[in-house]
């Protein structure tokens, strides 16, 4: 069964360092998905991405975040400048038109 | 805004007790209702899912039906297994353009031998 690939599955990284977390969706899926669970907490949602733009994104999403899906086949998110409260679970979600959400199994983000 | 309440847990049961989990939301539109189980350590897996009222999703042994009466899709299970410890998510998807998921807070369920 496909599935979506997510690495690294843990990073720990200093507060204030640039960290690219990747994606790899499954490779006829349409629709990207980037969402967070901070320990304990609800899973948030960030932000989506289709034919190359972000099509939705919510308030967490700020400018310290970006998406990119350099070369058609990984599907990144950058968080540029990490704060202590960015440490969470981040999962990446891919799916086409008329179908659920395929998951990865995350990466911890643990900023000290 | 739309939201998804779910009951509090953890739920603490014994192996082949009845399981409810109970869940209502709010919404616009029509939405699709779903239903995530995450094992512990392990990602989010779809359990089932309705995207209309009065539908039944059933995987796994679970049910649920999409009330829209009563804005509820509480998930059941008769006979739960040690297997069945994870944390669950009630979940909607109000625009299937982008199908952007609102969770809910996820309820633990702890099934002892």
């Known amino acids: 069964e496909p599935e979506v690939t997510q690495t690294p599955s843990h990073q720990v990284t200093q507060m204030g360092q640039e960290v690219i977390l990747r994606c790899v969706p499954i490779?006829?899926?349409?629709?990207f998905y980037w969402y967070r669970q901070i320990l304990g907490q609800k899973v948030e949602f960030l932000v989506s991405f289709y034919n190359n733009e972000i099509s939705e994104k919510s308030e967490i999403f700020d400018d310290q975040f970006s998406v990119e899906r350099p070369d058609g086949s990984n599907f990144t998110l950058k968080i540029r400048s990490t704060k202590l409260e960015d440490s969470a679970m981040y999962f990446c979600?891919?799916?086409?038109?008329?179908?659920?959400?395929?998951f990865g199994s995350g990466t911890r983000l643990t900023v000290v | 805004g739309d939201s998804v309440t779910q009951m509090e847990g953890p739920v603490t049961l014994s192996e082949e007790a009845f399981l409810t989990i109970n869940c209502t939301y709010t919404a616009t539109g029509y939405p699709s209702l779903f239903w995530y189980v995450q094992y512990p350590g392990e990602g989010l897996q779809l359990l089932l899912k309705a995207t209309k009222a009065d539908d039944k999703g059933s995987n796994k042994g679970f049910e649920a039906t999409y009330r829209k009466e009563t804005t509820s899709f509480h998930l059941e299970k008769g006979s739960v297994q040690v297997s069945d410890s994870a944390v669950y998510f009630c979940a909607l998807s109000e625009d299937d353009s982008w199908g952007k998921l609102q969770f809910g807070a996820g309820t633990q369920v702890v099934v002892t031998p």
């Open positions: 979600a891919s799916r086409i038109q008329g179908t659920g959400y395929t």
């Open positions: 490779s006829n899926h349409l629709y």
